[in-house]
Structures are given as C-alpha cells and as structure tokens.
C-alpha cells in the first residue's frame, strides 16, 4: 500500500505564499520523479512543477519564478512553495509520485489534493 497525503492549502490574499507538503508513506523502495498539478473548476488538469530523485526541476510557464518544488528522498516527501500567488492560481492542487515498491513493481500515484484558493 502506497499513499500520498498533500497538505498546507488554504485561502490567501493575492501576492501571498502558500507552502504545499507531499508525503509518501507505504511499501515504497524509492520513488523517481515527484510532481504537482492543479485543476481548476471547468478546466482540465494541468502540469505545475515536477523534480527527480536527483534533484532537476521542471515547471509550467505560468508559475516560474514564482513556485519552487523540492523533495527530500529520505523522508519520501515533496514541497511546492509558491510566492506572489495570483487569482488564476485558484485550484485544487494534486501530487504525484513515479513509486518503486518493495516489490519492485513501478507505477504512479496521486494524492487526494489539496485546496488552494488565492482571492480578496
């Protein structure tokens, strides 16, 4: 059993931060890239940032220079921290995780997501 629990949404002022957790927990050998995508409401799932086990980022056009992702592999868990937040920000927020498990069998997983809402 592999889940994925992400945390740390909320609702916050435009121009404010919110910093979003991943954690993995279960039969989990390692796991290979983790990522981020949000959905807002009428809108399909979209890329945000992703980082591999070595540490090189990837991030969607629309939140770089504003969001940062990290992980740290000994904890199995992730962050996205994200600045200068804007309106078009508002989504529910999803991790996934490219999971290698005690079994050696590989697939991806999703968390429940995570509620982000940036308004006045």
């Known amino acids: 059993q592999v889940q994925l629990v992400e945390s740390g949404g909320g609702l916050v002022q435009p121009g404010g931060s919110l910093r979003l957790s991943c954690a993995a927990s279960?039969?989990?050998?390692?796991?290979?890239?983790m990522g981020w995508y949000r959905q807002a409401p009428g809108k399909q799932r979209e890329f945000v940032a992703a980082?591999?086990?070595?540490?090189?980022?990837d991030y969607a056009d629309s939140v770089k220079g504003r969001f940062t992702i990290s992980r740290d592999n000994a904890k199995n868990t992730a962050w996205l921290q994200m600045n200068s937040l804007k309106p078009e920000d508002t989504a529910v927020y999803s991790c996934?995780?490219?999971?290698?498990?005690?079994?050696?069998?590989?697939?991806?997983?999703w968390g429940q997501g995570t509620q982000v809402t940036v308004s006045s």
């Open positions: 996934n995780a490219d999971v290698v498990a005690t079994t050696r069998a590989r697939f991806s997983s």
């Open positions: 279960g039969s989990i050998l390692s796991i290979n890239a």
């Open positions: 980082i591999t086990y070595g540490g090189t980022t």
